[in-house]
């Protein structure tokens, strides 16, 4: 079988995405039907050697998620779009959550402009 993500890149994806897109052990293991204390020993590192079919199960959770565009599997043989596209999901949830974050600081660096610029005009 042909793959291009062998077990080790699919390990440092699987890390990547669900620290990016705050999948925890508890959800992975609710969707997969993989304990969630196996889950947490793969995503700590403890489990040196985690199973492919453990893996697979994990990519084809976050491809299901977050991967609806192509929605093409992981679990075996992912094509170049269904990573371009998971990586673009990974993005996409990254900005979502830090929209919000930026909008709030770029509002307050322009409340204290106004401030200065009232405190200029003072002296």
Known sequence: MKTLIKPNGKLKFIL?????LGITAYEFGKNTGISSVGIH?????????????????????I??????????????????????????AIFNAVHKR??????KQ??????????LKKLKNLK
């Not at 489990?47 to 199960?57: E, H, Y």
Request: proline share 6%.
């Open 106 to 115: 770029a509002n307050d660096i322009e409340a204290l402009r106004e401030d």
């Open 98 to 103: 830090l929209k919000p974050i930026l909008d």
């Open 16 to 20: 990547k995405a669900s620290k990016e």
């Open 41 to 61: 020993d793969i995503l700590t590192g403890k489990s040196k050697n985690p199973r492919t079919r453990n893996l697979n199960s994990m990519l084809e959770y």
């Open 63 to 88: 491809n299901t998620k977050y991967n609806t565009q192509y929605n093409k599997s992981l679990s075996n043989d992912p094509t170049p779009e269904a990573i371009i596209s998971i990586e673009d």
